[in-house]
């Protein structure tokens, strides 16, 4: 009934027009399909998203071997993607691809839900897996996302509402709030969106924040849910030389700390993530000695969802949240193992899209399943809003609505 009978790989479009691949997995029963997303904005510590020779080269290569996990049981996660470790032979995935083999891992995985006739959060986390994480949604910026914006890649909402439906709403009321005001402030120039469908104005980071705070304040008071700013640096993007370069300065590691540290408690933000380069583990220490007890200190390419590295940001004391990717390591198995360990040593979570998406949900499923805090999914957009829907279906579902 749940024992692997054929997988399919193909090559589909991402949200920014390249190719990424998509993989289905039949059982007896049952059926699981999966899309692997692409960052731009990406840790040097992740593992590869495909081979020397690109996707092709990876698809062929899985396709040449995949017979050693034809009519293994798809419900025995651990040892299917024990396998696509010992099919790749690499530290970092680098024959046959994190991409392919987080597609081929979560397709498994939902083919195994279905064959047992369960939704794919309650197959992961059982009859108890009932908690929606907070939308966290890009509404403003620039960095590798889009050419022409702030130095600081996202500027966000964190919507805090009950009701999941209302989080999403209250998101994308502040991107509406935030076109709006941009409008004004720029009725001469044509305004773009970003990868993450994010605007796009040759704005100055702290007035962008000061913009992105006002649309906060105006959509909590409009739609009645807590909302809360949010900054996502991706730091690494701009240290070069020990320094970290905005437009009209450059800071040090030391004056870095001091400038995040007052935009948090000069503008109330809620969440800052990578705000330091992704080998500096003390500049994160230190951020979080001083402002761990205000915001949630986002470790990404520091961390790229790998227990390793998570442990050394433990021992240090760095950051008190980590970001999760399921493609930044490549198997369900080793994502769900970077959420545990994290939880297990008193660190939040947020799972998260990459700036090149499908219209693929399963980080939302994987999300309610463990319990993860937040969920980063963008604010609009079809790739986006497929992620942000199914929540909303979620949560129906689990409320027997």
């Known amino acids: 009934m749940t024992l692997i009978e054929d997988i399919v790989l193909r090559k589909i479009l991402d949200s920014r027009g390249n190719a990424t691949v998509e993989v289905e997995v039949y059982t007896l029963n049952g059926y699981g399909r999966a899309a692997a997303p692409a960052g731009k904005s990406t840790g040097k510590h992740e593992v590869k998203a ?40 690499t530290e970092n995935f680098s024959m ?45 910026g620039g960095g590798k ?13 964190v919507s805090l509402g009950e009701s999941a439906k209302d989080n999403v709403f209250a998101n994308a009321e502040v991107h509406k709030i935030v076109g709006k005001k941009l409008r004004e402030r720029f009725p001469n120039i044509s305004l773009g969106l970003g990868d993450e469908k994010a605007w796009i104005a040759p704005m100055d980071d702290i007035e962008a924040i000061e913009l992105v705070v006002e649309s906060v304040k105006e959509a909590s008071e409009s739609t009645g849910v807590n909302i809360k700013p949010a900054l996502d640096f991706a730091a690494s993007s701009f240290f070069h030389n020990g320094k970290y370069h905005y437009r009209s300065r450059a800071l040090t590691p030391e004056e870095q700390i001091d400038f995040v540290e007052d935009i948090v408690k000069d503008y109330g933000v809620y969440i800052i993530e990578d705000p330091f380069d992704e080998e ?31 442990k050394i940001g433990i021992s240090k004391g760095a950051a008190n949240t980590v970001l999760i990717k399921p493609n930044q390591i490549g198997t369900l198995t080793d994502t769900v193992k970077a959420i545990k360990f994290a939880k297990e040593n008193g660190y939040a979570t947020m799972i998260s899209h990459r700036s090149g998406e499908t219209c693929d949900t399963t980080i939302v499923h994987i999300g309610v399943a463990f319990g993860v805090e937040f969920i980063k999914t963008g604010a609009i957009g079809g790739e986006r809003i497929a992620k942000l829907n199914e929540m909303i279906r979620i949560e129906e579902e689990i409320k027997g609505e």
Request: net charge negative.
């Open 50 to 89: 495909y081979p020397a020779g690109g996707i092709d080269a990876g698809i062929k290569y899985f396709k040449e071997r995949m017979d050693n996990l034809i009519g293994m049981d798809s419900t025995q996660q651990e040892d299917v993607d024990a396998i696509l470790h010992e099919i790749d032979g």
């Open 96 to 140: 046959l691809g994190g991409n392919v083999a987080t597609a081929v891992s979560l397709a498994i995985a939902k083919a195994a839900a279905n064959s047992l006739g369960l939704p794919f959060y309650q197959y992961l986390g059982g009859a108890f897996a009932r908690s929606i994480p907070k939308p966290v949604g890009n509404v403003l």
């Open 145 to 157: 996302h889009a050419v022409g914006g702030t130095t600081i890649q996202e500027m966000l909402a």
């Open 280 to 310: 500096d583990f003390e500049s994160f220490a230190e951020l979080t000695r001083r402002i761990g007890h205000l915001a949630y200190i986002v470790g990404d390419d520091i961390f790229v969802t790998n227990v390793e590295r998570i």
